[in-house]
């Protein structure tokens, strides 16, 4: 079982940066592919990012590349989202979440792969 705790949103302008972090409990986090998510209002929860159990593999929903980071510390369990040249349609609350993996390249995109979740964090860009 983890239990994870995201931080680190909040309101920027756009073309701002904020960087998510979300902080695992446990001592298997490691064993853990990490994603992240974000719901807009009205709007159904996304995809946002993923990254493998060790780090090695990353992808991103097309829109957000070569903006967005996800990277993981497996020593503090924990898992960072870097967000730059923000804009206002990225705009929502943004959850983490842990699926586990067989394999050490596994990444997943889609949100009943992850079984655990955080309770989620507001960004919000404004023009």
């Known amino acids: 079982q983890v239990q994870l705790t995201e931080s680190g949103g909040g309101l920027v302008q756009a073309g701002g940066s904020l960087r998510l972090s979300c902080a695992a409990s446990?001592?298997?986090?490691?064993?853990?592919?990490m994603g992240w998510f974000r719901q807009a209002p009205g709007k159904e929860r996304e995809f946002v990012a993923a990254?493998?159990?060790?780090?090695?593999?990353?992808d991103y929903v097309d829109y957000v590349k070569g903006r967005f980071t996800i990277s993981r510390d497996n020593v503090k369990n924990t898992v960072f989202l870097q967000m730059n040249s923000l804009k206002p349609e990225d705009t929502a609350v943004y959850y983490c979440?842990?699926?586990?993996?067989?394999?050490?390249?596994?990444?997943?995109?889609?949100?009943?792969?992850?079984?655990?979740w955080g309770q989620g964090t507001q960004v919000t860009v404004s023009s």
């Open positions: 979440a842990a699926g586990s993996a067989l394999y050490s390249s596994a990444i997943y995109y889609r949100d009943n792969q992850y079984k655990h």
């Open positions: 990254i493998s159990r060790t780090g090695g593999m990353t």
């Open positions: 446990g001592r298997t986090f490691s064993s853990y592919a």
